[in-house]
């Protein structure tokens, strides 16, 4: 089950500009005989904040431009898990970990109309994202039966996994009309 109540503004201060942005809290949960569980694979954060900024414009005739800014902020826990080899008798339970995604980007665009059957745009993006998951190293001794010392969240042996891609987008159109529709 998903839920995203957002709120969003539309400004036009002159006719020829126009500012809006929106902001969006999702939450996602998963219910099993209508209880809320914990998602066995999470392939969507838990709560996903969004929002975005934006301002187009025409500053001179046959000419409009526009920018705007979209972030993403995404948390998450990942189960706590326990890791038993009944072969061996180990048993290791791994605390429950944050997750934390992020992703931001800013566009932007121009296009210029020559003339009633030909326009030509340029427009781009550049967007970054980044997924943090912090793993917790524990270390059993060969042979042994039991982790002496647990793993804990926080502790020395914890540090963040990081992906992180950047992409960059261009992209270059001339529209032309030769007959009128």
Known sequence: ?????????????????????????????????????????????KSIDAFTLGVQ????????????????????TLMAVTIDTPTSGRIINLQSRPVDNKMSSISASI???????????????????????????????????SLASQATYGDSGTMLITQNTIDRFLDVSLRSQPIEA
């Not at 020829?16 to 392939?43: E, F, K």
């Not at 001179?60 to 979209?70: F, K, V």
């Not at 781009?124 to 917790?136: L, Q, S």
């Open 1 to 45: 089950t998903s839920m995203t109540p957002y709120i969003n503004f539309n400004l036009r201060p002159t006719s020829d500009v126009r500012i809006d942005g929106r902001y969006s809290h999702t939450t996602n949960t998963a219910t099993d005989s209508g209880t809320t569980v914990d998602m066995p694979i999470r392939m969507v954060p």
């Open 57 to 76: 414009g025409d500053p001179i005739n046959h000419l409009n431009a526009s920018l705007r800014y979209t972030g993403k902020i995404g948390t998450s």
């Open 111 to 145: 296009g210029y109309t020559l003339s009633k059957q030909v326009s030509l745009s340029v427009s781009g993006e550049y967007r970054n994202n980044t997924y943090d998951i912090p793993v917790t190293w524990g270390n059993l001794k060969v042979g042994a039966t």
